[in-house]
């Protein structure tokens, strides 16, 4: 499945910033204010922005394979040969 171009965008978002900032506010203020099921609302956002994040990266990959387009790659080279 490919995603529009605004959905991926929204969806993104979503994963990257919004559900684990929701976590981390609920985990941390609903601990201290006795809110229900602290660790299970936290560990549920967790995995919905573990599944989200998955399937943007199957979308991502699909997206670029099936476009023929080269995927952009880090900024930052990361040297696996033991030097430096």
Known sequence: MIFPSKVFDFLKWLCIIAL???SSFYGTVGGKLGWPAVEA???ILANV????GTLLGISNYKY???TGLNM????TEVDNNGEG
């Open 20 to 22: 684990p900032a929701i």
């Open 41 to 43: 609302v936290t560990l």
């Open 49 to 52: 922005a573990l599944l989200l």
């Open 64 to 66: 670029y394979h099936q």
């Open 72 to 75: 952009p790659e880090d900024e």
